[in-house]
């Protein structure tokens, strides 16, 4: 069971593109969370899905967008990237939203130059 | 909107000391949840508390949930340097949205 993965592992990406990190669990986890960590700012929330079909903004959603068309997958698309989105992103996914163990993948390292 | 204030940021001790992370929120929790990141690392889950007052043990961990469910902490006795990491609470709104919202970290370093 490989649990929650993310893909890639780290990117280094021009400023202006458009990236969209993977993330996909085989847990069947209802809540998926997209977060960013930066030195000194701990983990910040980016957006949330609760169950497949909805998503909801957390407290870093501006130039970010997600997805949830199914249980499995949570992509997040940077539409433009900026320097100021340079950052480790987890995704996490639990049973249920807020209330259960999250788990994390490994990370995303993007670097927007 | 809700905020999780963790204290300190940065905590620096020597192997066999005492180190205690204090988790304070602005509005009443329905759960706390504690994780742990070693360098290079993902979060992991450590515990999660959910009634008033509760009181959790892991071998030389321990956690509380306060009375007013506004505040935790976690307290590892005679640390040892496997603790080295960055300790993350994280909590729930009482009667809000169902989003996890993390602490800022309490970094740890342990001197040998």
């Known amino acids: 069971i490989a649990g929650i993965t993310q893909a890639p592992t780290s990117q280094i990406l021009a400023a202006g593109r458009r990236m969209t990190l993977r993330c996909t669990q085989d847990?069947?986890?209802?809540?998926m969370y997209w977060y960013r960590q930066d030195l000194g700012l701990g983990l910040r929330l980016i957006h949330y899905?609760?169950?497949?079909?909805?998503?909801g903004k957390g407290e870093v959603p501006d130039g970010y967008s997600v997805s949830r068309a199914n249980t499995d997958d949570f992509p997040l698309t940077l539409a433009s990237a900026v320097p100021s989105q340079t950052s480790v992103y987890f995704c996490?996914?639990?049973?249920?939203?807020?209330?259960?163990?999250?788990?994390f993948g490994q990370g995303t390292r993007l670097t927007v130059v | 909107g809700q905020q999780v204030m963790q204290i300190p940021q940065y905590q620096h001790v020597q192997e066999g000391e005492d180190f205690t992370t204090y988790c304070n929120s602005s509005?009443?929790?329905?759960?706390i949840q504690w994780y742990k990141q070693r360098p290079g690392g993902h979060p992991v889950f450590l515990i999660q508390?959910?009634?008033?007052?509760e009181v959790k043990k892991q071998k030389r961990l321990t956690f509380q949930f306060g009375e007013a469910k506004k505040n935790s902490s976690l307290h590892i006795t005679a640390t040892q340097t496997t603790d080295v990491g960055t300790y993350f609470c994280?909590?729930?709104?009482?009667?809000?949205?169902?989003?996890?919202?993390f602490g800022k970290g309490t970094k740890l370093t342990v001197n040998p």
């Open positions: 996490a996914s639990s049973v249920e939203a807020g209330n259960t163990e999250a788990f």
């Open positions: 847990m069947r986890h209802n809540a």
């Open positions: 899905s609760n169950t497949a079909g909805t998503t």
């Open positions: 509005t009443t929790l329905s759960n």
């Open positions: 508390l959910v009634k008033s007052g």
């Open positions: 994280a909590g729930r709104t009482q009667g809000g949205s169902e989003k996890l919202v």
